[in-house]
């Protein structure tokens, strides 16, 4: 197993500084130990759509790119046409999953009932995109996702049932998981065949005293999801994928944030 870090949260400031900023990301995961990393597709804006610079500065801080992260939209056909060029953009800086992500809302209810239709309209879809992928040598995995139509177990089960086992594979993520009400040691045992790719963050208990659940996410070790369990049934199935850590919140910023839980994966783990 391989431990990665996203960096989306290094590009945040909306200004015309996100080269620097993707560099300096790449600089402090580097520092830490981590030894590939991940990014939203949109960093193909930042550098003119030319994968070059991109691989010549994960060279230069001796980092893999292990996926790109796709976001879907309600348009099909505009999915479709950008997968085809995130597949092409990997494919130049040695990216080897695409993650999928359905349309997320912001607006209450922030919890709604079962969209049977809407999950097999990304079924149908993500099985598309995980052709394309398989034909170049990538391997999708979509990311069940808080406040989208694919979050609770039985959404999940769903999507899975309508997906093509060899085309689209499966990102779980331990804190999405957890505030989905499930147990997330159960969880990565009842999907290990699918699971392509994994996602670790931690999750405060206390949910009640946040707005959002999502703001509950932390720094691993600081809650209370069973990343031993996790790493142990990971390890009894033989999967040899990435560990990506992610934070969308941070308390402080992005490198401290990374430390402390890179001190775990060290201390708990052995990575």
């Known amino acids: 197993m391989r431990i990665a870090y996203t960096g989306w949260t290094w590009l945040v400031n909306h200004q015309d500084n996100h080269v620097w900023e993707f560099e300096q990301f790449l600089k402090e995961v580097s520092d830490l130990g981590y030894e590939e990393v991940e990014n939203f597709a949109f960093i193909m804006d930042y550098f003119d759509n030319d994968p070059k610079p991109v691989k010549e500065l994960l060279d230069r801080y001796g980092l893999k790119m292990a996926n790109l992260y796709q976001h879907f939209s309600e348009d099909e056909e505009q999915d479709l046409e950008k997968t085809a060029k995130f597949i092409e953009f990997m494919k130049g800086i040695g990216a080897k999953y695409l993650n999928l992500q359905a349309v997320m809302w912001n607006e209450e209810p922030l919890q709604r009932p079962m969209d049977k239709e809407r999950i097999l ?9 995980g052709q394309m992928c398989k034909d170049n040598g990538i391997v999708a995995c979509f990311h069940p996702h808080a406040q989208t139509a694919v979050y609770t177990q039985e959404e999940i089960q769903l999507f899975l049932d309508n997906t093509d086992p060899a085309l689209v594979s499966l990102c779980l993520d331990t804190a999405h998981t957890a505030i989905a009400g ?6 990565f045992r009842r999907w290990m065949d699918r699971i392509a790719y994994v996602h670790l963050k931690d999750v405060d208990p206390d949910l ?3 707005d959002n659940p999502m703001k509950a996410f932390c720094e691993l070790g600081i809650g209370t999801v ?17 560990l990506c850590v992610e934070l969308d919140h941070r308390p402080v910023c992005n490198y401290k944030s990374a430390m402390i839980s890179r001190q775990y994966l060290h201390n708990a783990l052995g990575f």
């Open 208 to 210: 009640e005293k946040y």
């Open 226 to 242: 069973d990343f031993r369990g996790v790493h142990k049934a990971l390890k009894e199935h033989g999967y040899d994928g990435v």
């Open 182 to 187: 499930m147990d997330v040691v159960a969880a």
């Open 121 to 129: 309209r990304y079924a149908a879809l993500s099985n598309k995109v």
